[in-house]
DNA sequence: ACGGCTTCGTGAATCGTTTCATCGCCGGAA
DNA sequence: TTCCGGCGATGAAACGATTCACGAAGCCGT
């Protein structure tokens, strides 16, 4: 680790540290705590009110109930609101309203566009709903991710959107006690969680791929995995091992390469295992595009062509997929649509209607989208 | 549009909606607001005290002050907190302290690896402060930045982290009135902003990519760029123009294609472009690594080599540029640590020596890494 | 025995908002 | 004139925590 390069131009310009606010001239405030500090005091609902010559209860209809305020006093509590800049205290309308506006985003992986389609749909959702949402990210660690739940848990967040690191749930498990909200992301739950989940069908996911390159003609596949314990990995071998079944093949067609982790580099090893394979496949469906990424990389290191004599499949059709120097065929995940579902599911389980929800688990369809590295006639 | 494929599995199981908790056996509560209704009562401070027989400033003592209550009382009422599984309402400190714990943090462009990282660094340094964080999205759009930031108004954040839409900072303007500090990141304002930033010197990144090139030997360079208002694209040009000074070359010797977007599209775009001219070049700076991933693949398309028969430099350094099929040569801007000394810079600003507090402009140097995609001998 | 000190705990005030029972006032009906 | 209804506005009571000025013991020394 070297030593940050750090450029540092101090400008020190007009000292603006943070300065004392006082109760305005001619305002005649009897409050015993002046603002004396350096803290500058936020401007209240009361101040709307005593320079609108108005009681505070007023001021909160005009902002909360308009029209059952007279004209009159209206347009002038509202005149001194944009006078004065006030800003309604979130936190003190939550304390009295006994529940927030905001809902928590807990994803494995921030970097991972697939997660940040996921949010962008979350997001969506909850600001239809005039609500906000808090991303964090777990980092696949166990300890932060309980970290993060009992941050909620003090927040009194609104509900949480989670992908639990372990499927254990054992962190799930200790949040549920505070009678928060939440909904699983891309995951389903071993044991027997009673709430809401909304996850992508893998195992179609997984015969997607292998019944179109058995439809290029291949009667042979190799599946470069993750770690076998994790149910995305499985699952898609079991699909494509249906695939397989439906056209006849046995299962020992569909030869399996199964690495650490689910990253790029691991792809790189994934791909210099497949050329030492005789005999040498001809069809490759990856786990993960950035597996897809890595297998690509090694065969173009190799000098081997594809899909000419390789073709290859991902899965997640992130972003990158298409921007690979052959563009990807990849099996897309409806990220940004699970993200709102999920949200949706959440708003509605804390909405008006809370009485009338039931705890659903909503299983969305992945798609194939084929480009150029899979198909047998390369386009152009 | 097609209409989701929604599989749908109700799951009625036991109608878990929501219970109410009763003040539970023998505990002679008195409240007139029982909990009749469907929502379950949060247990607050006042329930730990009427079951530890002590009032609620010692459970505060206890927590906040261990160590000024007695042993005896000290563990009684912990073992209470942890049966009750009492967890503090922020929202009550926070309007009582007159602070929030919440620090947020608005990006241009959640998908982007780049502020993904910048994202990370900025919560290492919140979670060490036992802060959290509030990522958002603004994606480019100057009225969700301007929602964004009176969301946060609201809430009353303990301060901002920034990248602005636009660089004319008109809803930052808009925002100083709230007293709410805030730090802008990856840009600098125009305008006589006097608050902090954080940057990267992109003057320095662009003539390291130049100089590199013409180390290799080229005399003449192609400079693939984004919308020359952005001071993104403006400032790695005149770095290169810089570089190509130095080497005693004209600045006739770069020419340009300046594309609308910064995306792997206009790559592409640009990529064809550059088999169109004469002489065809053979050294090409991006302004993006998006943009280089384009051109990579337009002349992968075309069956040009590289580096064979074209250098290729991109900047960023995001994760996928070593994942090209022929990782890419980039500039390296430090996003973790700029995410890392914003929210250093406003921690400070916000902490107990806020006093003390300059306000700084923070530059740091970018990097080259070195790969595959633009050395005159391609390794392996 | 009594004043003074230390050690622990108490209870009320406070933060900024929403909500709700209440009140003043005006016009119309009896 | 009196009464009533309705419109608008009021003021106080929450919400859940923190803080602080006090008070109640217990202990010591003189």
Chains 1, 2 share one sequence.
Not at 32 to 46: D, F, H, N, Q, S
Not at 303 to 316: K, R, T, W
Not at 331 to 358: K, N, S
Request: contains cysteine; neutral net charge; proline residues 5%.
């Amino acid at each position: 680790m070297v030593a940050p390069r750090v450029v540092l131009s101090p400008r020190p310009r007009s000292g603006c540290v943070a300065w004392a606010r006082g109760p305005g001239p001619g305002a005649a405030d009897s409050r015993k705590r002046e603002t004396v500090g350096l803290v500058a005091r936020m401007v209240g609902i009361k101040d709307v009110a005593r320079q609108a010559g108005v009681s505070v209860g007023t001021v909160s209809n005009v902002i909360n109930r308009p029209e059952m305020v007279a004209e009159e006093t209206r347009t002038r509590v509202q005149a001194v609101i944009a006078q004065l800049g006030y800003v309604r205290s979130e936190s003190a309308r939550h304390l009295r309203a006994g529940r927030s506006r905001i809902i928590a985003l807990l994803v494995l992986d921030m970097a991972n566009p697939f997660f940040a389609d996921v949010a962008s749909g979350a997001e969506r959702a909850a600001r239809e709903e005039g609500l906000g949402v808090m991303l964090c990210n777990s980092a696949q660690s166990p300890a932060e991710e309980a970290d993060y739940l009992s941050l909620f848990a003090e927040q009194r967040v609104r509900g949480v959107l989670v992908t639990p690191v372990d499927t254990s749930g054992r962190n799930l498990a200790d949040f549920r006690r505070h009678d928060i909200p939440y909904v699983v992301v891309d995951r389903v739950l071993d044991s027997a969680d009673e709430g809401c989940s909304v996850s992508v069908d893998d195992v179609t996911g997984g015969s997607l791929a292998a019944r179109h390159l058995l439809a290029q003609g291949h009667r042979e596949l190799v599946y470069v995995s993750g770690p076998m314990h994790l149910s995305q990995c499985r699952d898609r071998h079991t699909g494509a091992l249906a695939a397989l079944s439906e056209a006849g093949l046995p299962h020992t067609a569909l030869r399996r390469i199964e690495g650490e982790r689910l990253d790029v580099a691991a792809g790189r090893d994934a791909g210099a295992r497949l050329l030492g394979m005789t005999p040498r496949p001809t069809a490759v469906f990856c786990a993960n595009d950035l597996l897809a990424l890595g297998v690509l990389q090694a065969l173009f290191a190799a000098g081997v062509s594809v899909p000419g004599e390789i073709a290859l499949v991902g899965y997640d059709d992130i972003e990158f997929a298409a921007a690979a120097a052959v563009p990807l065929t990849s099996v897309r995940q409806p990220a940004f649509r699970m993200g709102r579902a999920a949200a949706d599911l959440l708003i509605e389980e804390t909405g008006e209607a809370a009485a009338g929800h039931r705890h659903q688990r909503i299983v969305l369809q992945p798609e194939l989208v084929v480009r150029d590295s899979s198909i047998s006639a390369p386009r152009h």
